[in-house]
């Protein structure tokens, strides 16, 4: 069963990093299915992926509930909405434009309202709490 764990958190760590640079992907899903398999199935490889300089800060952000940083919730939600509207866009009924664009303004209120932002870092350290 361990190794069944490993699998898929290796598959959702590259699904992951793909998120990163695919809008429509997401990455924090895939992070925290990562690091919930890794839990299971390797204290070396969730030690690996917590640790990790550019994974570690977003999985920790979330076990700790300290919420998101603002300049990545500008990214998220500018992101979102530019998928979102050329999908507005090429999508013909109406009904499916307003149904992307609802879906798209709870997401974004949820973002804005339903996510902590966290403090500015004051040094090269760990983040304010």
């Given at each position: 069963?361990?190794?069944f764990f490993?699998?898929?958190g290796t598959l959702a760590v590259a699904l992951a990093i793909a998120g990163v640079f695919l809008p429509l992907l997401p990455t924090t899903p895939f992070l925290l299915l990562a690091s919930a398999c890794y839990m299971r199935g390797s204290t070396r490889l969730h030690r690996w992926l917590t640790s990790n300089?550019?994974?570690?800060p977003y999985i920790?952000?979330?076990e700790n509930r300290s919420g998101m940083p603002r300049p990545?919730?500008?990214v998220a939600l500018l992101l979102m909405w530019a998928s979102l509207s050329y999908s507005i866009y090429i999508v013909p009924p109406a009904w499916a434009k307003a149904g992307l664009a609802a879906m798209g303004a709870a997401i974004s209120l949820y973002i804005v309202f339903g996510i902590p932002t966290m403090k500015p870092r004051?040094?090269?350290g760990a983040p304010d709490r």
């Open positions: 069963m361990k190794a490993i699998i898929v300089r550019l994974l570690g920790a952000a979330i990545a919730k500008v004051t040094d090269k």
